[in-house]
């Protein structure tokens, strides 16, 4: 009986304590709303459904668990700010500062990031199927295990970025700057890199089928293990790129330019092409 009610204690006060640790202050919420400024505010759960805050200052806000979906917050300054596990489906935040942001497994679903700064911000598993990230920067993030299907990424600076185990198919990432970005073990299916910059990026054991990387630069690129068959590198750069033990058949490679590409014990045989 002692034990049934001392656990039954210990559950009720884990449950408080939770409640009041995702408990916003309703004050921060009445001077966001009113001044559009909250730097450092606590708005942990807050219910910021289609809110209108474009170019509200939330710089170091903490904003956990906050419900933000269909928000405006384009422009805003969100930078150090802390949206673990936040909703912002479907929301506006073209041109918000993220920079250092904390995203990690929030829902960013068909959220418009266009031109958004979001150097070396967390999106750790976060979902952004169908968002539009064009021309944002996104150098240094950390995107490992992030949901991109169907997203935009189109002229995007990925520089150094960790897009390790990201699912990716269909995404579009023409003409970005994945200079040196990591993507092991990325599903990158049917992905679009078109005249993307790819060098020095690592791509070890990436499923790349059927991925487009026509006019794309791969110079010194990893593609080891890869599974690149039917893939389209047409008018690609792939001097020194290392395909050793990759799966290229069917890949494409009229005007590719090869040389000094390492193909051992590669499998399968390219449809066309490769100088």
């Not at 999106?123 to 920067?137: K, W």
Request: aromatic share 4%; with cysteine; charged share 25%.
């Amino acid at each position: 009986m002692r034990t049934h009610l001392l656990l039954a204690i210990l559950l009720a006060v884990g449950l408080l304590a939770a409640e009041r640790a995702l408990a916003f202050n309703p004050n921060d919420v009445a001077r966001l709303q009113a001044q559009r400024a909250c730097p450092g505010c606590d708005l942990t759960g807050a219910d910021l459904r289609q809110a209108s805050l474009p170019s509200a200052d939330l710089e170091g806000a903490d904003l956990t668990h906050a419900r933000l979906e269909g928000a405006d917050l384009s422009e805003a300054r969100l930078t150090w700010a802390r949206l673990f596990g936040a909703n912002l489906a479907g929301g506006r935040l073209e041109g918000a500062k993220l920079e250092s942001a904390n995203l990690e497994t929030a829902d960013l679903t068909a959220v418009h990031l266009v031109r958004a700064e979001l150097k070396e911000a967390c999106l750790v598993r976060a979902s952004l199927r169908q968002a539009d990230l064009t021309g944002a920067d996104l150098e240094w993030a950390d995107l490992e295990g992030a949901d991109l299907a169907g997203a935009i990424l189109d002229k995007a600076q990925l520089v150094a970025a960790n897009l390790k185990k990201v699912y990716a198919k269909g995404a579009r990432f023409q003409e970005a700057d994945l200079h040196r970005a990591l993507l092991e073990k990325a599903f990158l299916g049917e992905a679009s890199f078109r005249a993307a910059s790819l060098m020095r990026a690592n791509l070890e054991g990436a499923y790349l089928k059927a991925a487009d990387f026509q006019e794309a630069s791969l110079q010194h690129a990893s593609l080891r293990r890869a599974n690149c068959r039917k893939a389209d590198f047409r008018g690609a750069d792939l001097y020194s790129a290392d395909l050793a033990a990759a799966e290229i058949d069917g890949i494409l490679l009229d005007r590719a330019k090869t040389r000094g590409a390492k193909m051992e014990d590669a499998r399968g045989t390219p449809a066309s092409g490769g100088s």
